[in-house]
């Protein structure tokens, strides 16, 4: 089971790439993949607290955020269209 470390509220990609125990790690299962074009994806990895319409129906379950040509993503899990936690996805693993 893959495992990541989650941050509630995290207002940019930087917030979530800090050093942490591996404790801290929360075990996860993408339920959804939402490719994004990369200026979108570059937008909301430096604004993840703003209200984004394709994180509604994302449910209950962890969304991976990225684009076509990237390995590296954003792992969240919203609340209607606002992130409530969200991890680095190092696409390794």
Do not use: W
Request: hydrophobic share 40%.
């Amino acid at each position: 089971m893959r495992k990541a470390f989650f941050v509630p509220f995290p207002r940019r990609v930087s917030d979530l790439r800090r050093p942490h125990r591996v404790e801290e790690e929360r075990a996860y299962q993408v339920t959804r993949i939402v490719l994004l074009p990369e200026l979108d994806y570059e937008n909301f990895s430096e604004d993840l607290l703003a209200d984004r319409a394709f994180l509604r129906s994302g449910g209950d379950g962890c969304l991976l955020i990225t684009t076509r040509y990237r390995r590296d993503g954003i792992l969240v899990y919203a609340k209607g269209d606002r992130v409530q936690r969200a991890a680095y996805f190092s696409g390794v693993g």
